[in-house]
């Protein structure tokens, strides 16, 4: 009866199962793949996961407090704040002398000041000094790294960072006297348990990163700004990080080894990155 | 004959072709809207698309200049930087005093200092105090906006939003004496026309915007972070900016207004982003 009206579909009944299943199968398949290679898309970014507002609804507006600089010593401390800027080099070389914990802490307070989506704050900082978790952090990292430099990344990468003579080997991970392991928040947690969404979350977080080293720099310490390719989840694990968290960068901070070099390298100069319209 | 050694696949010649035929199809499908959905996946970094390494095969390393600073001035030092950088607000109301272009030089020299990915400085800042310019900017910034606030985002981000006064209007847009336009740099071109890689180009501008904003609060001005979803392809039109060239972030710089007001907001205590393993 059914093949009178529709006898396409009777005659290519198996067939069309067969599409239909295919379908269903590759349709999941990607989507997992699709999921598990990019987690972060701007469309997600306004997923729909709660239901009250991030911050407080009655939240008071106060006068802001400014003093105005006489525009003479608006530009010396431009200029001032430019050549401590300029002083800071990317070390691969670290003393073991021990800095100060609360160096280290005054350094991840100013981090913190940065801004954020919606104030979402979405960033945690782990700082280890502790000898057997740095190794620990140092054996993933060396094998992850070992991985990427001999197959994931082919002799691109290879070849381009050949010239700043780095490898697998990461001494600097058990020398320095401080790691600190930047993880941003993917989402929030409300006080009545819903999830927060965070806003541009890997944004918001880098751009503590750039106050965090320059807070570095401006205390007299040095770093490497690195981002260990794929050691996320088997750190963020060692270090029993909540499964909100993701791993975005690795600072190991100290002084720099007494023999220290740097690659001699140039920046760009002003007329290269900035464009007036006047 | 074929039939002897496999007779399934005989039998099931049109199934299996029909399923052949569907992998294919939703193969490229998904391919084509993973493509579309996700640009920029980690996986992507190091796609060949250059022969030439980055930087010199003859870098010189040189040795590092270092002078180390007494515990308690490194301490004092860091202290004070937390002082500035706690000191900075996202202001929205803004002065149309002018500002020496001097200054603003000198804040963008201070961002091009930042680390990136296998040094490819992939950053571009446009300056605009030109004021037909800031006017055309502020038109394409409200009107993406207000489809922003009333559609795109949906209730959770206006309610989201609402604490801190924000709405579609952006008067500071021309009243400001200064945008910062940042873009970054997808991929370079090298000296033989080749495209060249830039490695984590979206975490290296943003680094170099942390920076921007704690040299915009050193030098005594004020800013506002935004992130003007989806004005990106415009604005880049607008500022004939290339096709490697993407908008990040649009940052208005001056003095704030005479009865600027802020959101009495609070940070996290160190506490709640701090974790120490000593």
């Known amino acids: 009866m059914f093949s009178e009206y529709a006898p396409f579909t009777t005659k290519y009944f198996y067939h069309i199962v067969i599409a239909v299943i295919s379908f269903v199968l590759f349709n999941k398949f990607f989507n997992w793949s699709y999921r598990r290679i990019a987690p972060k898309v701007d469309e997600k970014l306004f997923e729909d996961v709660q239901e009250e507002p991030a911050l407080p609804k009655d939240l008071k507006h106060i006068p802001y407090r400014y003093i105005r600089l006489p525009e003479k010593e608006m ?5 001032e704040f430019y050549q401590i800027a300029a002083a800071r080099r990317t070390l691969r070389y670290f003393s073991a002398n021990p800095v100060p914990k609360e160096v280290i802490r005054e350094i991840i307070r100013a981090a ?3 801004p954020s989506g919606a104030h979402t704050e979405p960033w945690s900082f ?3 000094s ?7 952090i140092r054996s993933i990292v060396e094998q992850e790294e070992e991985i990427n430099y001999r197959k994931r990344m082919g002799v691109k990468w290879t070849v381009d960072l050949s010239p700043l003579r780095t490898n697998w080997i990461k001494e600097y991970l058990t020398i320095a006297p401080y790691l600190i392991l930047v993880f941003k928040q993917t989402y929030g947690t409300l006080p009545n348990g819903k999830k927060k969404i965070h806003y541009y979350h890997e944004m918001s977080v880098s751009i503590a990163c750039g106050i965090l080293i320059t807070a570095i720099q401006y205390a007299g310490l040095v770093t490497l700004t690195s981002t260990p390719l794929n050691c996320g989840p088997a750190i963020r694990s060692l ?3 909540p499964a909100n968290e993701k791993l975005v960068l690795l600072l190991p901070v100290g002084y720099p080894a007494k023999d220290a070099t740097v690659p001699d ?5 002003l007329s290269e990155i900035l464009t007036e319209i006047y």
Chains 1, 2 share one sequence.
């Open 239 to 241: 270090l029993g990080r």
């Open 112 to 114: 913190g000041t940065a």
């Open 265 to 269: 390298l140039q920046r760009k100069p």
């Open 130 to 136: 502790n000898q057997t978790m740095k190794s620990k």
């Open 126 to 128: 782990v700082v280890v």
């Open 75 to 79: 530009l010396s401390r431009a200029s």
